[in-house]
């Protein structure tokens, strides 16, 4: 049946319950159309606003080749038991449509509460959660969806046995809401990119909803707005819910900045070896704004490849300034010694006994961000992706005696947070600007102003400050 044929076939023998909880004939609306009959290949990835109707369609296309198809197998993964059961519900009311609509009983012998069995064309339809990353793994697969693919514990190890059980003729539909920068966010990216034989559909929520209902939606999600009803596919995974830095906005931070001029350079490294490992290239202008030009997120590099890599891509322009967590202490010792890489130990103080360390270099470089003294260059796509979903431990379940613990953040989505934070945060101890007049120490009347382009390049300094204890 090709795809045409699918739309007739369940707009004339299925129904829907619509929003007003009336059933109605299953008419498929203008984005399942586009779908079924423009962008739809087989082997398919669909990432979505809410409620746009796919996972209907896609249960009305199995349920099709479940009643007219000999020996189909249509699997469905929901990310959830109780969104599994829902499914399976359906599946079963489209059944029940076509047999009234056509006045014929399906022979449904084997019926349970999560399979379903057509004697007649010896097919099944079988529905499962992501709890159990085996499902599918020792069936024969020629319909596979995905439901919800962003919010399974274990999408990538699901997915791999899955998909070496999907006949090669078999059609493979995964369909999400994002959730943020993960599993999902690269495997789109990836598909995006054709590094994965699927194609990649965006279905943008403008295109659904009228303006006047997300208008109404966004004055009643706020901030949420954007991750529930997105408009573009970096909207879609951006996800607000306590994330660190609020203020980092994609439309204002992420530039590329051409005519942008450093006075000096700095950098800042965060070491892993099993994490990765994170550092920041940053230009600094004589106004203190801070431009991100690069960065390198690797893991399972040993100091000799890193050096490497840190060479290759400062090139000729040397750091003024550069941090690494005073933990790595023998790091630092040997990229200086054997690799001529220098490091400044970061000083893990705040100044304040009443902020602890981690909350104070938070606040410090929430502050760059509110006032506009950092952007990023939108190849630094790790950096960006952390800034997405760097996010603080959810704190709901502590107990009433903890009800006063201080807000931390979760040790995830950190790696680069923790170069560019430590780099602020040594920069605000070590940064000191000369308040010295230019004339203070020459002999009266020798004095000669600097031409305009000279005062362009004035540059502010660091000071090395003494040891307390010396």
């Known amino acids: 049946m090709h795809n045409e044929g699918y739309k007739r076939f369940i707009e004339e023998n299925l129904e829907i319950v619509n929003k007003g909880s009336e059933i109605v004939p299953f008419i498929l609306n203008s984005i399942q159309t586009k779908y079924l009959t423009v962008d739809y290949t087989g082997r398919d990835v669909i990432l979505k606003a809410r409620q746009q109707g796919f996972s209907s369609l896609i249960l009305a296309l199995f349920t099709a080749d479940f009643l007219l198809k000999e020996n189909s197998r249509s699997i469905i993964v929901a990310d959830i038991a109780d ?4 499914l399976l519900d359906r599946v079963k ?7 009234y609509i056509n006045k ?3 022979p449904l012998r084997y019926n349970s509460k999560y399979e379903l069995f057509n004697e007649a064309t010896n097919s099944r339809y079988t529905i499962g959660t992501a709890d159990n990353t085996e499902f599918g793994r020792s069936k024969t697969i020629t319909n596979l969806h995905l439901s919800e693919f962003a919010f399974y514990k ?3 190890k699901l997915f791999a046995g899955a ?6 003729t078999g059609r493979v539909i995964i369909e999400s809401t994002a959730n943020g920068y993960n599993f999902f966010k690269g495997f789109w990216d990836e598909c995006v990119l054709g590094r994965r034989p699927f194609k990649a559909n965006f279905y943008r929520a403008s295109d659904f909803y009228s303006p006047e209902i997300l208008t109404q939606k966004k004055a009643e999600l706020g901030r949420f707005f954007v991750q529930e009803y997105p408009n573009t596919a970096n909207e879609a995974f951006i996800k607000a819910t306590g994330l660190v830095y609020t203020d980092f906005d994609t439309s204002i931070h992420i530039k590329e900045l051409p005519d942008f001029k450093p006075v000096y350079y700095i950098r800042g490294l965060d070491r892993g070896f099993r994490n990765p490992t994170a550092a920041c290239w940053i230009g600094v202008d004589k106004d203190d704004v801070w431009y991100q030009m690069n960065e390198l997120y690797e893991v399972e590099l040993t100091n000799p490849p890193l050096a490497k890599k840190l060479k290759e891509i400062r090139g000729d322009i040397e750091p003024e300034y550069s941090t690494m967590d005073s933990a790595q202490a023998s790091d630092i010792m040997d990229l200086s010694s054997n690799f001529l890489e220098d490091f400044i130990p970061v000083k893990k103080e705040s100044g304040d006994n009443k902020i602890n360390y981690v909350r104070y270099k938070i606040e410090k470089f929430a502050d760059r961000l509110r006032t506009g003294r950092y952007y990023v260059n939108p190849k630094c796509k790790h950096t960006i992706e952390e800034f997405l979903s760097y996010r603080w431990k959810d704190n709901s379940t502590l107990s009433n005696s903890d009800i006063n613990h201080p807000e931390e953040p979760e040790k995830a989505n950190d790696h680069m947070m923790d170069a560019l934070g430590d780099l602020n945060a040594m920069y605000l101890h070590d940064f000191h600007p000369i308040d010295k007049k230019p004339w203070e120490g020459k002999l009266p009347g020798t004095y ?3 031409a305009q382009e000279e005062i362009d390049q004035e540059t502010s300094f660091f000071v090395d400050r003494p040891e307390e204890n010396e």
């Not at 009311?93 to 076509?98: D, E, F, G, P, R």
């Open 83 to 86: 969104n599994a059961i829902e």
């Open 93 to 99: 009311s489209y059944i029940k449509a076509y047999e």
């Open 104 to 106: 014929v009983q399906i």
């Open 154 to 156: 274990h999408p990538e």
């Open 163 to 168: 998909m070496q059980a999907v006949v090669p």
């Open 448 to 450: 000669i102003p600097p």
